[in-house]
Every structure is written in structure tokens, then in C-alpha cells.
């Protein structure tokens, strides 16, 4: 079946470093790729997504590029902020067809952002 | 800029007890979700609604779970008689009906079963 994996969290990091979560992919043809972000007391919201192979999404600083020869979609930024502190999910889905657009999660990644 | 809200933020209930919990989708938005966290879990799939039927569902979605749309602005997950294992964070997604479009979440239900 399709799956996500992240990399193992926490993460902690001080500000203006170099961010990078790892997320690699299992999936039988070619999904699209996202990740959402979850800041304390609300819900998943799109953080960027890619839809085919060697896209790039990128929003807020953040980047992550759809490798289909490594299955892999890591998330980058160049330099944290202290909001920046949230939890981050990887996620796959398959349009059209009978998935009906469910997304597949990693188990996310907790990252904390210090001053 | 619209957004999902879900009711209520905490539900606490004893074991065996049957729990609604509600979603006000995006309101021209054809395709609705519900996903659950058990804490320190993935985030997963429990089912999707499209043209006022389940067009998906996972293994997880048993005989105890059903899902409504009562009045076109509603969507509603109801657990028959819950178990210490439905103890979770419940999320409910909305998404328009592109291919493509983006799933929208709400804050979440975060149920607690004793």
C-alpha cells in the first residue's frame, strides 16, 4: 500500500538555522506530494505541494522538491524564525481514480524554533 | 478567508457512550473528510463523502462509525458506542471539486474516552 515516512522528531533548532525534514514515499504510480503544517491549537493547514516529478513547491521560505528516482519530497528552509515552531506533515495523494483525494500522513515532525 | 470549524474543541465521554462530532465544511466545497491522530500516531484516514454518499472508507471505519450530511451545511461523524481506543484527535477536511484542489482542515475534536 502507499505510505509516508519522516523522519524521527523532535526537532530543535536555534534561530536563523538551516531546517531540513526528511520525507520519503511508498506509492504504486506517481502521487502528488504535500506538506501541512499544524501550529499549536489549530488545524493542518497547506504548507506546499508538488504534483509531478522534479516540481518544486515553495511557500513562506520553505521548499521541497518531488524526487521520484529517491521517492523522496524533504523539506527545507534557510533560515527558521521562532514561528516557524509547529508540528510538520508529509503527505501523499492520488487524484482521480477511486481514491477520491484521501491525503496518506507521515507521522509528523515536531520542530521548535529558540531564540 | 473561509475556513472549517469543528464543534466541539473537547469531547469527554464514558466508554460505551455514542458521540457526534460536527464540521461546517467550506461551504461550495464538494468533498468532505474525516481523519483521526491518535496522540503520537499518524494522522489517518477514517473516510470520504461526495455526492451525499461514503465514496471512500478505511478499516478502521467499522459498523460503529457513520458519517451524515443533514442539512447541506453540516457534516458529522458519529461514533455508536465508543471504546478506549476511539480516544483521539478527530480532523474534518473539506476539498472543491477539482482533482487538484486543496483538502482544507479544521482544528480538530480532540476526544477522550474514559
Known amino acids: 500500500g502507499n505510505s509516508v515516512t519522516q523522519m524521527e522528531g523532535p526537532v530543535t533548532l536555534s534561530e536563523e538555522a538551516f531546517l531540513t525534514i526528511n520525507c520519503t514515499y511508498t506509492a504504486t504510480g506517481y502521487p502528488s506530494l504535500f506538506w501541512y503544517v499544524q501550529y499549536p491549537g489549530e488545524g493542518l493547514q497547506l504548507l506546499l505541494k508538488a504534483t509531478k516529478a522534479d516540481d518544486k513547491g515553495s511557500n513562506k521560505g520553505f521548499e521541497a522538491t518531488y524526487r521520484k528516482e529517491t521517492t523522496s519530497f524533504h523539506l527545507e528552509k534557510g533560515s527558521v524564525q521562532v514561528s516557524d515552531s509547529a508540528v510538520y506533515f508529509c503527505a501523499l495523494r492520488f487524484a482521480g481514480g477511486t481514491s477520491y483525494g484521501k491525503l496518506t500522513f507521515g507521522q509528523g515532525t515536531i520542530l521548535t524554533v529558540h531564540p | 478567508e473561509p475556513e472549517v470549524t469543528q464543534t466541539p474543541s473537547h469531547q469527554v465521554t464514558q466508554m460505551g457512550q455514542e458521540v457526534i462530532l460536527r464540521c461546517v465544511p467550506i461551504s461550495n466545497h464538494l468533498y468532505f473528510y474525516w481523519y483521526r491522530q491518535i496522540l503520537g500516531q499518524k494522522v489517518e484516514f477514517l473516510v470520504s463523502f461526495y455526492n451525499n454518499e461514503i465514496s471512500e472508507k478505511s478499516e478502521i471505519f467499522d459498523d460503529q462509525f457513520s458519517v451524515e450530511r443533514p442539512d447541506g451545511s453540516n457534516f458529522t461523524l458519529k461514533i455508536r458506542s465508543t471504546k478506549l481506543e476511539d480516544s483521539a484527535m478527530y480532523f474534518c477536511?473539506?476539498?472543491?471539486?477539482?482533482?487538484?484542489?486543496?483538502?482544507?482542515f479544521g482544528p480538530g475534536t480532540r476526544l477522550t474516552v474514559l
Open positions: 477536511a473539506s476539498k472543491g471539486g477539482g482533482a487538484t484542489d486543496t483538502q482544507y
